[in-house]
Structures are given as C-alpha cells and as structure tokens.
C-alpha cells in the first residue's frame, strides 16, 4: 500500500510500503478514508534531520475498521471511527481519568517510528481505547468537520478547558492556525464575551471572525500586548490559548494574561527553557496543557458537530489525494493553506 | 527610631532613622511588636549588590496601630493587626476577587525602597485594604503562629491550593523551609492523604512530621525523583509544593508531578528562563502560584489557629531583639535556624 514517508526537512514522500497487519489481540486495521496534515507535522518538515527509513507521517484520521484482533471487543469490520492522534488503552487510570494521553501505553500516530495516518491503512494498537465509532456513514456531509475531532478541535478545547474559559470571560487566542481557530470555536462555545484572535494572516483572521471572534490583533511582540491590553480594560485576558509553542508566542501568551489569569498550553513547545517565568509568577498567573486528551473530549464535541452548532471543518481549505501530499505540506508551511485534507 | 537596613550580600545593619509618619490619608503608623525574617530576605542576603543608602528590611509583622490618616475607616489606634508582606487598596477589582497581591496599587514592605518591618515602627499605605484587625490581646500565647498569617503559612496554602490538593491526594513538598513546613500543614488541613517532605535537615524534616508529613525523601536529583515516584505508586504526585524558586527545585518538582498534576509554585524564582517546559507539556502539568494573596485567607486560617488545630508558629525555633536582627539572618543562611522571631 501508498503512504507518506518523511526522510528530511522538506523531504516528504509517497512511497510502498508493506500492507499493515494484526501483531496484537487488540489491535485493528484501519482503512483510512480521510486523514489530514497537522501544523505540528510542519516542525520535523522544517527541521528533520535526513533518515534512510524516515517517518511514516500523519496522526488524524477518519477510516473504516478492515480487521480486528480476537480481543478487541468494541469494534467490527465496517465501523466508522475516529481516529485520535495518540494511542490509549482505554482501561488505565488515566484513561479512566479522561486523561489518555497520559495512558501508560501512549504513543502517538506517525511519531517515533509508529506508523501514520497519511496512508492507505494503518494497524491501530489498543483498538477499543483508541478509536471512537461514529454514528453516521462514510459519506457524511459532516466529514470535515468530525475529522477535526481527531486532533485540532479537541486540542483547541482542551487549551480553552485549561486556561478556564467560562462565561464573560475575556481570550485572547496566540496563532491563528487550525489549532488557534478552533480554539476560538471552543472559546465562544465555553461562553467567552470577548474572543481576541492573533494573527497577521487576513484569511484566517476572517475564519475567525466567522468562529466568533469579536477582535482581531494583528500586531506583534510589545505593540500587541499594548493592544490587547487596551482591549481588556488595561489588565489583559482572562484566558489565553497558546497554539504556537514558540518561546516567542509563549513570552506572549503570558504577557498578554491578567494577573490571576490562565493560560492553556497546546503549541507544542521547541524549547527546553520556557521564558516569562517571572512575569508569570509575579501575575500569578496559571500555565497548563500539553497533548489534548481528543479522545475523551469526542463525547462532549461531537453533538455540537452533528447539530451543526460548531463547524470546525471549515479550517480545511484544500484537499488532496494521496500522490498530492508533498505539496500539501509545501503549502501548509507557505501559509498558502489552513489546514489540508488528504483522501487516500 | 530603629530599623534594620542591608547594605550589600551578607550586610545587615540596625540603623537609626527618622520616624515613619502618616503621608497620605489612607495611612497607618504601626508600632511593630513581632515581626520576622523570611527566605526570600536570604536571596538579597547573598547577592545584593552595594547600596550606600540600603534596602530597609522584613515584610511580616503583627504590631499596634499608633496613629491613622483621616480617611482610615476600619482600624484605631491600639488596634493589634496582621500586616501582610503586600500592600492592597482593598477596593480594586483584584481585592475584590481575593488577589490582593495583584492589587493595582500593590508593593512589597521592605523592597525596591519600600520600609521594612524588621523596625520599631512603619508607615502602612492604604491600612484598610493591608492590615487585618486581630480578635486576640497582644500578649496571647499564639502571637507567633499569628505571626505566620503575614506570609509563610499563607504561602504555603496558596501553592496547596494552586497544586489542587485535596482529600486522597498525593502531596509533595519541594524545600524545607518554612514556606515548605506550613505548606505541610496546608496540604494536611486540605485532606491529603500522603505528604512527601522533601529535605536532608533532620530537624526540619522532624518538623514536617509534626505538621503532618508521611513520607521524608532526603535523596536529591534523579535519585529523589525515583524515590517520590516509588512512594506514589510508580507515576508521581497529584500535586507539588515548589518552594524554593531556583531552577533545580522547579525541575525536580515538575519531574515528580504525575502526569496531569498540578505544581503550586510560591518560591520566588531566581531565573528568568523555567526549565522542564517539555516534561510539563507532555505530563499535562499545570504550574501556577506567585505572590500569595495572604490577606484573602486570613479569614480562613485565622480560626484553625484560634482553635489549635493547626500550630505554624512551630516554624519559629528562635527569637531575637532588634539589634541581634543580623545575627538572625546569618542563623538562617547558615541553616541553623528554620526561621526567626523579631521582638523589636
């Protein structure tokens, strides 16, 4: 079968690989009939070093169970799933917790020598705590959006979850990428009066605006925390998403929180040292998040999603077959596209 | 009258100086009868650079109001009160919430040229909002755990709170101190079910035990975080106590937060740049804390130290007059003494 291999930074291809088989009881084999590149796919495509095996790209998917392993109890051939970007055995206390990111078995999807997404078909360990089965049919008009559950709307809400968006809350929401636009989703459907958007990018400032967002801040370093003071009553918000995980948008985020405020963590960080540790302990303000628990966050996203009441898949702007998804990344890190949907 | 002045590292001097008087109409005198030095009077004890004119020192004291400006409204003269290491209006929307120490007219007594309670008497801005009028005489016999409500055992329940603790959760405290030691008694009175004191003084961790603590961990680095790891069932704590404020000790208590925990941070930290980002992002750990907002949970710990069912003033294993106040600083760098009692 086709999937996508990374073997470098820039360096993405489609490529045969053998067809993926059962090697655990509870495993399944996924047949995916739409997957997605993800903006933290673009940090190894900027910084990759070179690797004659390469990685197996992709962590989202929608797909069709081909197969199950003898213990896998929840799923048959020919269910609709979900597939979140990170494996959880469903049965640990942090799964129980609704935390399965930090299940004792996680591994994430087209990480660390797991295979990925962006591919004909995929073996999905720990099918039953992993997948979730979705109550329509494969040629839902909804499609876009319920893929958005496998990792970028679940992480928006998680960063807005964490940093304690409620109702008349003000949020400012860092980055303005598919993670950032659906964390203004999460934030307006979490009952924030006022949503400021960051970004320069004229297109996605307007998705946002469409999300809810009632400022757009296009401004950068101290100006923009000027502005987004000013637009908080001089103290700053409540709330801040961090979608980026720059040092840069990081020192942001928490420049531009109100003392006591908090601030939710989803950009995976590229550092090792976080900046702003004295501005944030002399504000008191509150740093969480890490990788979004998408898949106990399905239950509670996904009526909104099939009522219509949410439409996170508007961040896709583009959409590709497989042989196409080398250009799909080169677009993506152009900012020529939001977010791109791959239909193997 | 007299008041204690640092010059420069390890320069502590009593001073005479002119009397504090009423400035603005919102002021108090206090005539100070306890006050204390802190840990976080140690840090300019080490570094301070040279000052011809001196920081005056000590942010904690109970004393006797001597005199009120015209537009004081709740305090008299001779009432005994806590004074609170920050200065709040009491009528800001910070106040209003509880965050005292995010008052927008907030400093600090004894900082960046603010006087100091290591004195005779100090001036007190804004008396209605700071102080905290006392149901006691000025001889009862918990003068010294009343004294702690000024900070170090306010700061302890602020980094137990922040780090959620509560019935059936795992606790670790991070340093030694006395910050460390009430936040042992905080974690206890909040219903932890196990508390792990981090620390290598025996006399200290003796302390500990007192207040409540299970566990002594007294390896450090790697070692320790195996050790904490091993007493909570192999993932961590649910919640940490950092109370120290130097990068190791932040380190060390993200790495033994179980994923998903939450870090409550209240030593003042001594760098700009926050190790361990990583480890909190991928463990979805949350770091909060700061400035302890003591005057809100005065209200609340005050009858706990009515009623003895909690005793911080333990923390006090000494007790000095003012001109002897250089001595004391010197007994806490050198780690013969936990924490020390001003008579002036």
Chains 1, 2 share one sequence.
Not at 114 to 123: D, H, T
Request: net charge negative; proline share 5%.
């Amino acid at each position: 079968m086709r999937a996508t291999v990374m073997h470098g930074a820039g360096d993405v291809r489609l490529e045969d690989v053998v067809d993926p088989r059962l090697m655990e009881p509870t495993d399944a084999i996924l047949r995916v009939i739409r997957a997605s590149i993800c903006g933290s796919d673009l940090w190894p495509y900027a910084s990759m070093e070179r690797s004659e095996a390469g990685q197996s790209m992709g962590h989202e998917a929608i797909g069709i169970i081909e197969d199950v392993g003898p213990e896998v109890r929840t799923l048959k051939r020919g269910d609709l799933v979900v597939m979140p970007f990170a494996i959880s055995d469903g049965v640990c206390e942090f799964c129980q917790e609704g935390l399965q990111t930090e299940c004792i078995h996680v591994a994430f999807f087209g990480n660390n020598g797991m295979n990925g997404a962006q591919a004909e078909a995929l073996r999905i360990p720990y099918a039953d705590g992993t997948l979730y089965k979705l109550p329509v049919g494969e040629d839902d008009a909804l499609m876009a959006s319920l893929l958005t559950l496998a990792d970028v709307m679940g992480t928006g809400h998680h960063a807005a979850v964490v940093a304690k968006v409620g109702p008349g809350k003000s949020v400012a929401v860092v980055g303005d990428g598919a993670v950032g636009l659906c964390g203004v989703i999460a934030a307006k459907r979490l009952g924030a009066e006022q949503i400021i958007i960051m970004g320069r990018h004229r297109a996605r400032c307007a998705v946002a605006e469409e999300f809810g967002a009632t400022n757009v801040v296009s401004e950068r370093g101290e100006e923009a925390v000027d502005r987004v003071k000013e637009l908080t009553g001089g103290h700053g918000a409540h709330s801040v998403l961090e979608c980026v995980g720059l040092n840069q948008s990081t020192e942001t985020a928490i420049s531009i929180a109100r003392p006591g405020g908090a601030i939710g963590w989803v950009g995976v960080p590229q550092h090792a040292m976080m900046p702003g540790s004295q501005t944030a302990f002399f504000g008191n303000i509150t740093i969480g998040g890490g990788p979004a628990p998408v898949r106990a966050y399905i239950e509670e996203l996904l009526p909104d999603i099939l009522d219509g009441r949410i439409e996170p898949g508007k961040v896709f702007d583009r959409t590709v077959e497989l042989d196409r998804v080398p250009d799909g990344y080169r677009a993506m890190a152009d900012r020529e596209s939001i977010k791109v949907m791959v239909r193997p």
